[in-house]
């Protein structure tokens, strides 16, 4: 059974950087999109980043208009691992953040994001 760990999550003022990383226990986790999404507090998911596989070419990524240009989402196929670079985190960001396999419909348990003064 597929299982998706994230870390990484804590407390940060507004401007911080955080990185969080997905562990996947993924059976060939190179050919799976993944993607980045959050729930902020009485609000529903959102969904933040994806990025592709790249055994089917190149590797893409893409972005909610919300976190393009701050957010940064990767892989490493090797280490089975998907990581979102959090930078210029805003008060807004604060949320619980989950990754998902995009393709299995595998999520997280999460990881918490709180950005205060």
């Known amino acids: 059974q597929e299982q998706l760990v994230e870390s990484g999550g804590g407390l940060v003022p507004p401007g911080g950087s955080l990185r969080l990383s997905c562990s996947a226990s993924?059976?060939?986790?190179?050919?799976?999109?993944f993607g980045w999404y959050r729930r902020p507090p009485n609000r529903p998911h959102e969904w933040l980043a994806s990025?592709?596989?790249?055994?089917?070419?190149?590797?893409?990524?893409h972005y909610a208009d919300a976190v393009e240009g701050r957010f940064t989402i990767s892989r490493d196929d090797d280490k089975k691992t998907v990581s979102l670079q959090m930078d210029s985190l805003k008060l807004e960001d604060t949320a619980t953040y989950y990754c998902?396999?995009?393709?299995?419909?595998?999520w997280g348990q999460g990881t918490q994001v709180t950005v205060s003064e």
């Open positions: 998902k396999n995009m393709e299995s419909g595998t």
């Open positions: 990025v592709s596989s790249a055994d089917v070419g190149a590797v893409e990524t």
């Open positions: 993924t059976k060939f986790f190179s050919l799976y999109l």
